[in-house]
């Protein structure tokens, strides 16, 4: 494949690592700060690249997707999410787009496990967890948010929590805790908490390295642009591989 990467931060690096590495081409960079040595671009179809890669922010990224476009596209960045998948499905009609608020594969199985474990653990409290290294700046994660989704959707009464430092009472049981740790070096960590009487069951993904994200990315676009026009992300995506 000939990629185009939108963002030039530390996750496009090791982005373009593995596809050099895999026998792929870098034909372009569109960054604010693009200190590599491949060709800069201001919009995505300049690079005649048969795809694009995104890990970038949504200042970045919203002005590029606001304009037509016929190159099909991998969208990681999470901010402005709702905005973000608007546009994308816009333009799906005349493109495959495909996003997820976390490339990893598994990440999407957990989401399916959270499902499973929400349609058998009605009377269970739940936590959601999830822990950063201490520079990323949103919190919670879009992935969190991700599984607040659909604990929502399946409990439609409940509502989210996220700070109880200024509440002097007992947990309401319609309550979804969200945590957010920030500290070192960890990569991402996600964890579903259910708490019943007398016993626990979590639910956790832990990313070991940052690669598995770019990987993640690279194989939805392998994917991706061999689709017809659409709006794509992990449910969809490999149907009819």
Do not use: C, W
């Not at 593995?18 to 590599?36: F, K, P, Q, W, Y």
């Not at 970038?56 to 476009?69: C, H, R, V, W």
């Not at 200024?166 to 740790?181: H, L």
């Amino acid at each position: 494949m000939k990629v185009l990467l939108i963002g030039y931060g530390a996750m496009n690096k090791i982005t373009a690592r593995l596809l050099t590495e895999a026998g792929h081409e870098v034909v372009g960079v569109i960054a604010r700060t693009n200190d590599s040595d491949y060709p800069e671009y201001d919009n995505i179809d300049d690079a005649g690249a048969d795809v694009a890669i995104d890990f970038s922010n949504p200042e970045l990224l919203l002005p590029l997707i606001e304009k037509d476009f016929k190159t099909p596209v991998v969208i990681a960045t999470t901010g402005e999410k709702d905005t973000i998948v608007e546009t994308l499905k816009s333009r799906s009609q005349n493109v495959p787009v495909f996003f997820s608020a976390n490339m990893s594969y598994g990440v999407h199985v957990l989401n399916n496990l959270l499902q499973s474990a929400l349609e058998q653990l009605d009377d269970f409290d739940l936590e959601l967890i999830e822990a950063h290294h201490n520079r990323k700046v949103d919190a919670p994660s879009g992935t969190l948010v991700k599984l607040l989704d659909t604990a929502l959707e399946h409990r439609d009464s409940s509502h989210a929590v996220y700070d109880r430092s200024d509440v002097y009472q007992a947990r309401d049981k319609e309550e979804i805790g969200v945590s957010a740790i920030r500290g070192g070096t960890i990569v991402g960590e996600h964890t579903a908490l259910f708490a019943g009487l007398d016993e626990v069951i979590e639910i956790r993904h832990r990313a070991q390295s940052k690669e598995i994200f770019a990987n993640g990315a690279i194989k939805a676009a392998e994917v991706l642009q061999k689709k017809d026009n659409g709006f794509y992300d992990y449910n969809n995506l490999f149907k009819g591989e």
